[in-house]
């Protein structure tokens, strides 16, 4: 399992100043490694660890984070965009309902097919996997 130094290692190993607010946001999805996070959540914890810390630079590290692999960020209908931990671990892959936003966690059968056929994708390698799916659940099809 990844821990904290771990992750400032890898940060620093592609290059990146780490900063308190790196830090504070390390931890924080370490300790939510299961979770959907909000954006406004992770906003809260910076500000209750770094108040003078300011949003550009919220966004810019969240930005950064999510290029190199750490975590994803998913729009969710309904809910918005959410951030999810990914790095070196199972991404869980979705199904949402476009109308109640009914979110459920894909069949992996599925995506292991997926897998193998983008391996035969040339010039493109370790794909780090991220799909969602946009319909309607059972309940929303039969109101249409
Ligand atoms: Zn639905």
Do not use: W
Not at 2 to 25: A, N, Q, Y
Not at 83 to 100: A, T
């Amino acid at each position: 399992m990844k821990k904290h130094k771990d992750l400032v290692h890898f940060l620093k190993s592609k290059g990146l100043r780490m900063t308190p607010s790196k830090e504070v946001i390390i931890q924080y999805f370490l300790d939510n490694k299961n979770r959907h996070i909000p954006f406004k959540d992770l906003q809260k914890e910076l500000y209750d660890n770094i108040p003078d810390v300011d949003r550009v630079t919220i966004y810019r590290n969240i930005e950064k984070f999510v290029s190199l692999g750490i975590i994803q960020e998913l729009d969710l209908p309904k809910k918005g965009k959410i951030y999810q931990y990914v790095f070196e671990k199972k991404v869980p892959h979705y199904f949402i309902c476009k109308s109640c936003g009914k979110t459920n966690k894909g069949n992996e059968a599925l995506f292991n097919k997926i897998e193998l056929a983008l391996k035969e994708v040339p010039d493109f390698s370790k794909a780090n996997l991220s799909l969602v799916f946009y319909g309607f659940c059972s309940k929303c099809e039969t109101s249409l």
